[in-house]
């Protein structure tokens, strides 16, 4: 009775919180509350704006007043975020509900950007709830002493867990929930994740041993409108990118008639070339359009968060850079260029707009070609259908698990015997084997196998009574500035010579510039001056320049959206489509019809298609940029298997061609073959370079397990000596260790990440089950003609470009007009 | 490996170019290398860094191949013969030499070569020079400068260069690097990288692998 009537006291008391502030709860963030006092871990799914936050952190205050005195001093909650920027918005909004409730708990934040005195303060006197980074609480754990700080926590949240997962940062968060639920065995862990396609395994990598769990689902959906904008005619031969000067026209009224816009773009790029394009339609937007993305200096881009959410900014040219993070409640319109590549990534920016709960999101969606209206099509599908991506959790990290085990050994060390049952608990590691695990204790403790070649090294030390721990100042240090798995290409800083930070830019691409050449970065042209340790100088010029092209930021079209994709387009040409974007694109579909074809649902098309430049071969499985690489590899060395040949590849997200000043000659039978479900992955190996693409992958292994070395301390000369570069550290192993497991490591994420093996098979069983369409043709088509200008782009500077593809153009339009 | 070798005029001697990393000089019996970062890997591995000995140990071996070859009278390192001071790994080198009583080892200082002089003696090191003169060769380890009516030959960048292999393949070479007065040798260290962008311009580039040696054609 007494329990029961306390168990309410603190519910009471955050209800009439709420309603004094005319809020009543969620359902799920009830049962939330219920759930945790009852000493369960879980998972909440809820969408962005619906209060997941509160779900998990007032369930913790409720338990807090329901039975005070089972909490004692310091740290009672940590909370996981993957931003830095939105530990600290949160940790204001938490201390402000705590001060109105009227608890004396402090709310902290502690990361990379934390000043040293704070976190000494921390380390001295613990907050009551502490925001950290995965990061920042892998610091934690390697830190001496650390068996203070936790002596009071009772529960670890992890927000927007749907982020960490299915990338190397969430096995860091494993490792440590392993370690610390090991630790203190009451401690409760919760998830706070937006909807995947995967939940259920999103909760048993996040939970893989509790006993009681549970998964919290809201019903509350936030409702999306997707608007396209339309160019005022239909080009029937489209060409990427091209598209957007176009419709910057139709853009800047969409922009004038909102409070403030975000528009999203999916390269930095092509972010520095809207923000041109806007200024340049309309001159008035100077001063009131910013541009964000990763490469601009961070004090700039905080100003520019700040500018958002206080309503000073129009509009803010960004790339994913602004896809997390602080809700900008000024912000009521999302505009997004060119294709969104997956369903998750769509919905996620649409909900950056409409914040209150039952707000429609409104998302307009500015395609750079032509076809990508049909993705508008399939986008709307798929979000009826909520169709979201699976976040493949990463398997067998051994260079997370090494960097782990050092921080761990120097946090105040572990016995080997009882941390591999830890490890093996995890999901990550739960398929490590004992020989693996042998191998990675040898790795930090002798260099490898004994007695062969390791002589002096040390990094951990078994002490006598068989504590694993780390000695040496020099190495412990070195781990610190080291720990986390984001590893980024060398970067430049670029600094004005009369002062002043603009940004960073990857050091390959500055490498290739001469003094006295221009380049756009935040939307200003520069001129580089001097590049000096690290620093390009440079002062602000005008007139023509060139955009650096950033890697990586080609995102492939995801599995959900390319089974969209291929359905829309089917059903594109049958008799009376309703759909606007599919009437719009009539045109174009019936050109592709007349010399072609479109495949239906069942079919896979492909075209041998005959210029005056040579002969392609173009293939339409819509499986994403990745997957046709590999594919693209795969057909040629098939073919040329066939007979001698040799090819020049290119691909986009819906197909690829192969090029060739040979003819290719290819029957339906022998087409039929080189598209074979057999012997798939025996021919993939094959036909790529397997040691080149794992060489590439060694890279972050390599920074990750501490082999390379990112962040020196200091800037002693000496530590220059300690730079060697991944690629040479790989065919070392190769040479010399060719069983070493972080190259073993290297292969498998090949495998996994850039083969896609499952994927990869999926289509090709799918290929293998359709109609197979060979049709022939002496000139492009709507869908080959976009791969062919992407496959100019790459050989061609950019105003060549341009001309190259009018002429082609020309050309192609001549052919066919004695045919209409 | 296979010893192969390419025979150029420079600075008016004839010198014999190797894919052994080396090259020798017949006139003056003189084997020339450069770069052996003696002790790189074990420097690594009292930092926290796993990297196996046996490359270190596989480039004196190669060395005592050439020298069992061409049974130069001297050898000379043109720089960097160790890679962070002193080690158990650079221990090695004064067996090394003592291996050879015969052969007059010299050394041009390089930036990495910082240890006290009595470590010279231990390894078996005659003489250390900031720069050599031998009839019209002049040897430094940076390559930098002009003596006029002198052909410098040096070290420390650890030339490379990115030969197009058809089908739009380009592959990394270590090479060495020729212009008209100046010679800069490869890294005789196996576990080095390659610079293939601080080359002079209008270099000749002497590349070689595993079973050759090949002039890189000019573009």
Not at chain 1, 359 to 368: A, D, L
Not at chain 1, 563 to 576: I, P
């Amino acid at each position: 009775m007494e329990a029961k009537e306390q168990q309410n006291k603190g519910y009471d008391i955050v209800l009439d919180w709420m309603a004094a502030q005319g809020r009543t709860p969620f359902e799920f963030q009830r049962k939330t509350w219920e759930k945790y006092g009852r000493a369960y871990s879980g998972m909440v799914v809820a969408p962005t704006g619906f209060g997941k936050t509160f779900s998990v952190f007032l369930a913790v205050l409720i338990d807090f007043m329901n039975r005070p005195d089972a909490y004692g001093n310091g740290l009672k909650l940590i909370w996981i975020t993957p931003l830095r920027s939105l530990a600290k918005d949160l940790a204001r909004a938490m201390q402000e509900a705590i001060d109105s409730i009227g608890l004396d708990w402090v709310v902290e934040v502690r990361h990379g950007d934390t000043d040293i005195k704070t976190k000494q303060r921390q380390s001295k006197q613990m907050p009551d709830v502490l925001l950290l980074t995965p990061e920042s609480l892998h610091l934690l754990l390697a830190q001496k002493g650390r068996t203070i700080f936790f002596k009071s926590l009772k529960c670890i949240a992890v927000d927007e867990w749907h982020e960490l997962l299915g990338s190397k940062r969430g096995v860091m968060i494993e490792l440590a929930l392993a370690y610390l639920k090991a630790q203190y065995k009451e401690l409760r862990v919760w998830g706070i994740t937006a909807t995947i396609g995967n939940l259920d395994e999103a909760m048993d990598v996040l939970l893989p041993v509790a006993k009681k769990r549970v998964k919290i689902v809201a019903r509350e959906k936030k409702k999306i409108a997707i608007e396209p904008v339309f160019p005022d005619k239909v080009e029937v031969l489209p060409w990427a990118g091209h598209l957007g000067g176009a419709l910057v026209q139709k853009v800047v009224p969409v922009i004038l008639q909102s409070k403030s816009s975000i528009v999203f773009t999916n390269t930095r790029s092509q972010s520095e070339m809207w923000y041109q394009l806007l200024l340049e339609a309309y001159p008035d937007f100077a001063g009131q359009i910013a541009l964000h993305h990763s490469s601009i200096d961070a004090p700039i881009r905080q100003w520019i968060e700040e500018a958002l959410s206080e309503g000073k900014l129009k509009a803010v040219i960004a790339t994913s850079s602004l896809d997390l993070g602080v809700d900008f409640k000024p912000v009521d319109t999302v505009i997004q260029v060119g294709s969104a590549k997956g369903v998750a990534r769509f919905m996620q920016r649409a909900g950056r707009s409409g914040h209150s709960p039952h707000e429609v999101s409104k998302i307009y969606f500015v395609p750079t070609h032509s076809l990508e209206l049909v993705e508008v099509a399939a986008l709307k599908e798929a979000v009826k259908n909520n169709a979201i991506e699976r976040r493949e959790p990463m398997i067998l990290s051994f260079d997370v698990l090494l960097q782990f085990l050092v921080t761990i050994a120097l946090g105040g060390g572990f016995i080997a015997a009882d941390m591999q049952q830890i490890i093996q608990g995890t999901f990550a590691f739960h398929y490590m084997t004992d020989e693996e695990w042998r191998q990675c204790i040898l790795l930090i403790t002798v260099g490898g196998e004994v007695g062969k070649n390791y002589e002096d090294f040390h990094k951990v030390k078994e002490r006598e009574d068989g504590m694993l721990i780390v000695e040496k100042r020099r190495i412990a240090m070195l781990h610190r500035m080291n720990i986390g798995v984001i590893v980024s290409d060398a970067m430049m800083r670029v600094k004005f010579i009369s002062g002043g930070y603009i940004g960073m830019v990857e050091e390959y691409f500055l490498s290739k510039l001469k003094k006295g050449d221009k380049f756009i970065l935040a939307g200003r042209v520069l001129e580089l001056v001097n590049i000096k340790e690290m620093t390009a100088l440079v002062r602000n010029a005008s007139g023509t320049a060139i955009t650096p092209s950033w890697l990586g930021g080609r995102l492939p079209l995801s599995a959900n959206l390319s089974h969209f994709l291929r359905q829309k387009l089917a059903l594109s040409v049958q008799a009376g489509v309703q759909q606007k974007e599919l009437a719009f694109l009539q045109p174009l579909l019936l050109t592709q019809q007349q010399y072609s074809h479109i495949p239906a649902a069942d079919e896979f098309l492909v075209e041998n298609i005959h210029t005056r430049e040579g002969f392609h071969l173009f293939l339409y499985p819509f499986e994403g940029r990745l997957i046709h690489e590999v594919m693209a590899a795969l057909i040629a060395f098939r073919i040329s298997r066939l007979y001698p040949i040799s090819f020049s590849m290119a691909m986009n997200d819906y197909g690829f061609e192969l090029f060739s000043d040979t003819e290719i000659r290819l029957s339906t039978e022998e087409l039929r073959q080189v598209l074979s479900r057999e012997h798939l992955m025996e021919d993939v190996v094959n036909s790529i370079n397997a040691t080149e693409m794992a060489r590439r992958k060694f890279r972050d292994i390599a920074v990750i397990s501490g082999m390379v070395v990112q962040n020196m301390y200091g800037k002693q000369k000496s530590n220059k000596s300690l730079q060697a570069s991944a690629g040479l550290i790989f065919k070392v192993l190769e040479e010399y260790e060719p069983n070493h497991i972080l190259l073993k490591q290297a292969y498998a994420e090949v495998f996994n990440q850039q083969l896609e093996e499952p994927r990869l098979i999926a289509a090709f069983e799918r290929i293998n089950a359709s109609k197979i369409i060979y049709k022939f043709s002496s000139k492009f088509t709507p869908l080959s003609f976009p791969i062919k200008v992407d496959s100019l782009r790459q050989s061609l500077s950019s105003e060549d470009l341009e001309k190259r593809i009018q002429r082609m153009q020309q050309q192609s339009r001549k052919e066919t007009k004695p045919k209409k | 490996m296979s010893l192969k070798q390419e025979t150029v005029f420079f600075g008016r001697q004839q010198l014999i170019l190797t894919n052994e990393r080396a090259l020798f000089w017949e006139k003056q019996q003189m084997l020339v290398l450069s770069d052996l970062h003696l002790g790189k890997a074990e420097h690594f591995r009292r930092n926290g860094i796993a990297l196996p000995s046996q490359p270190g140990k596989d480039d004196l071996q190669r060395l005592e191949g050439l020298i069992l070859h061409f049974k130069p009278r001297h050898v000379l390192v043109v720089g960097d013969l160790v890679h962070a001071g002193a080690n158990n790994e650079v221990a090695l080198f004064g067996r090394f030499t003592a291996g050879f009583p015969g052969v007059d080892f010299l050394l041009i200082k390089g930036n990495h070569d910082r240890f006290p002089g009595d470590l010279l003696p231990e390894l078996g090191i005659r003489a250390v020079y900031d720069e050599l003169v031998i009839d019209t060769l002049r040897f430094i380890h940076h390559p930098e400068g002009h003596r006029p009516g002198l052909y410098t030959i040096s070290g420390h960048i650890h030339p490379g260069v990115a030969v197009r292999m058809p089908a739009k393949r380009v592959i990394h070479f270590p090479c060495y690097a020729l212009t008209e007065d100046q010679l800069i040798l490869p890294a005789f260290a196996k576990f080095t990288g390659t610079d293939t962008r601080s080359l002079p311009r209008r270099a000749r580039c002497y590349a070689f692998y595993e079973a050759g040696i090949f002039e890189v054609p000019q573009h």
